[in-house]
């Protein structure tokens, strides 16, 4: 297999617990093995620092920091990760990190080949989609679970969604203030639905696009260990753009709509509308029943199938590329079958593979296709 994407160096510096990693590597998955506690979840958690947001346990800046906060206090640079990624035969260098400001704060840096970058520069040169045992029971969750991983997956294609989520945020932070208070401004309530209109549509659309190169790749996968998922996204606006509406249409309607609702959201404190509430519908396609009814074993199986469509997605797309492909205790829920079924398919995707497990044997599937590295004493 020629990866196309691949990490070939790492370094932790202050991250997490480890004091200082630094690991060489070809472009082979990575298997991480050792004991609980060892930190092999931190190495893995290090990359998707190069990811926009907060990475895969949505950390503050110094509690990824060794000894946390604490121990970050002596030091200018309280937490640093490095890496070289070969990208399509091209070298390129990396850095993300924390470092004190002159006023006495913290900031995140980042760098790319030697100069500053912002999120969105690292986001492009090293997408990434992870799968973490939290999410085992994603399908009989919250709906803002699932949302979350919708739109990570939509942000590995769009780095750009994650800043539209966010002005979508503020806008409906200051729109939500102005409701409690009295004789609030009309006109600046009005500029605030509005900009919650463009972004929101925004949003929707991106997630409609996902959706769509998510169910082609799926109807394009093998049946077999990981079974194929029925998908949708709930929410007004999505489904609007399903149905081919304009985007100035459905920012126009969600403006209005939200114009007409301010009475009940300053009532309830909240803005009940919007693509904030919208979710994921995952069912068992060829069994028919929804994911939240199916066995925990058939919802790690589906979750999988999902996370392997995404990266196909991913690969298959001219304006997004590989990803990194991060499984953290891969083995869990999964027997041998699944296990060596996970780890084939994985060696045909273009993007390098990082799993973790707590011994070396659960990777023996990969053979020398793989590279297993000890993880603690």
């Not at 399908?139 to 939509?154: I, N, Q, V, Y």
């Not at 996968?221 to 399903?242: H, T, V, Y």
């Not at 304006?319 to 205790?329: F, K, M, Q, S, T």
């Amino acid at each position: 297999m020629s990866y196309r994407l691949s990490c070939t160096r790492l370094s932790l510096t202050d991250f997490r617990n480890h004091e200082s990693l630094d690991l060489e590597l070809d472009g082979r998955p990575v298997c991480l093995f050792g004991a609980n506690g060892a930190g092999k979840t931190n190495i893995i958690e290090a990359l998707t620092m190069f990811a926009p947001g907060r990475g895969l346990r949505g950390a503050g800046l110094l509690d990824l920091a060794r000894d946390g906060e604490t121990g970050a206090a002596a030091r200018a640079r309280p937490w640093s990760v490095a890496a070289r990624i070969n990208a399509d035969g091209e070298m390129l260098q990396l850095g993300v990190g924390a470092e004190r400001t002159p006023e006495g704060g913290t900031k995140r840096v980042a760098r790319m080949n030697g100069a500053a970058a912002a999120p969105g520069d690292l986001a492009r040169a090293l997408r990434m989609t992870w799968v973490i045992p939290a999410m085992d029971r994603l399908f009989a969750g919250p709906p803002a679970d699932r949302r979350r991983f919708f739109d990570r997956m939509t942000i590995a294609r769009s780095p750009e969604h994650g800043a539209q989520a966010a002005a979508y945020e503020r806008a409906m932070r200051e729109r939500q203030r102005l409701l409690a208070e009295p004789g609030a401004d009309a006109q600046w309530l009005a500029s605030l639905e509005r900009e919650m209109a463009g972004h929101g549509a925004a949003m929707a659309a991106a997630r409609v696009e996902t959706l769509e190169l998510l169910r082609r790749a799926i109807a394009q996968r093998p049946d077999g260990a990981f079974p194929k998922a029925d998908i949708a996204l709930e929410g007004a606006l999505e489904a609007q753009f399903l149905a081919h509406e304009k985007s100035f249409d459905v920012e126009d309607r969600f403006a209005g709509a939200l114009r007409d609702v301010r009475p009940r959201d300053a009532a309830v404190g909240r803005a009940l509308d919007g693509p904030h509430r919208s979710d994921l519908i995952v069912r068992h396609a060829a069994k028919n029943i929804a994911a939240e009814h199916c066995s925990t074993g058939e919802q790690k199986a589906l979750l999988l199938g999902l996370f392997l469509a995404h990266a196909r997605a991913l690969a298959d797309d001219p304006g997004a590329g590989p990803a990194l492909l991060l499984i953290d205790e891969a083995a869990a829920h999964l027997d041998a079958a699944r296990r060596a079924a996970l780890y084939d398919e994985l060696l045909t995707n273009p993007g390098q593979a990082w799993l973790t497990g707590t011994d070396a044997e659960l990777f023996d599937a990969f053979g020398d296709r793989g590279q297993l590295i000890r993880v603690g004493a």
